[in-house]
């Protein structure tokens, strides 16, 4: 039997947590916890998505900060507004949403965010406090896919972890999380062969290449714990990088799409402004 | 047949390559690149192996600075040390010697070297652009095999890599940098359970866990590459993490001990050391 992960669940516990949480310190700090959203141009599902997290961010009882840039907006623009945030007290974290317009520098943006306010954990410094294995803020994605294992009291230490996929946000990140859990942690991708033989050693198979579909039963070792990061709009409807209806009865644990991954990583932003508003010096 | 792999050579090669280099910047540049030592104590083993980078550093025309502390140096007069090697001019790179003794915080102090002369590749800031993969200066041991697969002709773009040993200073980076070459990676170390059935799986094997002898032909597959970065000193004579003999004939390549890895450490700190003197602004 396949259990599904209830990511809905999971997600909706931390959240009333964070709230709790951010109404505690408003009571003991008389602080608000804010977050700033910079969005530079009008793609709509980077609209979507923010319009998503600053609705999150207002629900937990945080500050709403938002800047939004026109689709042509310059490096220099885009920079002076991030300075700004970083600068300002009252803002707790910054997220510039990706993808930026092209002609940005994407990299150099990012890294104007100072790592205490990085609540997306993209800057070189938060990259590599997650390297050293020093405290940091971790990418939203691979930490709710960690909490999630957590959650289901998934043992780390000492199981085979395989991430398919080396993306920078979810699967590079991802594999050095669970290093740091003791995990035996191999990193997939495009250029592997016989994916599936590699895949089919994992206990835990983490999942993130934008592929549709790509993942079957022929990649799973049966019993395994199986999370699926992709989302993908389909005919059929929502869809992962995982053939789901395959691992039903052959997978140990499965994240659904959607229902898995995706709540947690909105969940993980809310937990990651409250922990970055917490660190910061207090205003006297 | 099993080939060895000869370090020494490379690293020869490598170091008169650097040693060229360096008389060009001095006659274009009218600069002497400079690396600075910092040994704080006196064990000796670390004396041995700073006194050999210094030696090399002169061999190679660059300039030899150097900074003695005792062993009871506090963390103030360190970081003052260190402070001040980052400020001066006529100083490319800086190396802080390892182990410090107990007592000082050795990441903190680490993390004042800036990463444009962090030829050690240690800093925060160098561990977040490997891992990104932006260019940065890298760790010299990690570096120095990525040097001699390349030199052997190793195809690295979907072979399955295995690095053994999750260290900070070798295991952890070699990984990213496998991976950033598109090789498929597995890290295991001390709590990966059924080793040889992981091991036996690699095409390129890099062995960095400081247990002497630990791998052996069981954990090979035949004709695989591999890379033995420990060195011991037992009443036997020098000895790495493999057991030489037994690879013989069933390995493809080897690296000896002496003679395999050892050398490159050194070669890639003078390159590290050069790198590091032509990114730095010219002085005018």
Redesign the interface.
Same mark, same amino acid.
């Given at each position: 039997m396949t259990t599904l992960i209830d990511g809905k669940k999971t997600a909706r516990e931390i959240r009333a947590w964070v709230a709790d949480e951010v109404a505690r310190t408003v009571r003991e700090r008389g602080r608000v916890p804010a977050l700033a959203t910079v969005l530079v141009g009008d793609d709509p599902a980077s609209a979507v998505y923010v319009a998503a997290k600053r609705s999150a961010i207002r629900e937990a009882g945080m500050g709403d900060v938002h800047r939004a840039l026109p689709p042509h907006a310059s490096q220099a623009e885009v920079a002076a507004v991030i300075d700004e945030l970083a600068q300002d007290r009252d803002v707790s974290g910054i997220l510039l949403q990706l993808p930026l317009p092209g002609g940005l520098d994407a990299?150099a943006l990012i890294d104007r965010i100072p790592a205490g306010k990085d609540v997306d954990g993209l +800057?070189? !410094?938060? $990259?590599?406090?997650?390297?050293?294995?020093?405290d940091g803020l971790r990418p939203c994605t691979p930490a709710g896919v960690l909490k999630l294992l957590d959650t289901e009291g998934v043992p780390l230490?000492?199981a085979?972890a395989v991430v398919v996929g080396?993306s920078?946000l979810v699967g590079?990140?991802m594999a050095?999380m669970l290093?740091q859990r003791?995990? +035996?942690? !191999?990193? $997939?991708?495009r250029?592997?062969?016989r994916l599936a033989s590699?895949t089919r050693q994992a206990d835990i198979l983490v999942v993130a290449t934008g592929v549709p579909g790509l993942i079957g039963a022929d990649h799973v070792k049966p019993g395994a714990v199986v999370v699926d990061v992709g989302i993908h709009r389909t005919p059929g409807g929502l869809q992962g990088d995982v053939r789901a209806r395959e691992l039903d009865g052959h997978a140990g644990l499965l994240t659904p799409v959607p229902g898995g991954v995706g709540p947690m990583t909105i969940a993980m932003l809310l937990a990651n402004t409250l922990a970055a508003a917490r660190q910061s010096p207090s205003r006297s």
């Open positions: 990299g +800057t070189t !410094t938060s $990259a590599g406090l997650l390297a050293r294995g020093a230490r000492g085979h080396h920078e590079r990140p050095r290093l003791d995990a +035996t942690v !191999t990193v $997939a991708h250029h592997t062969l590699v």
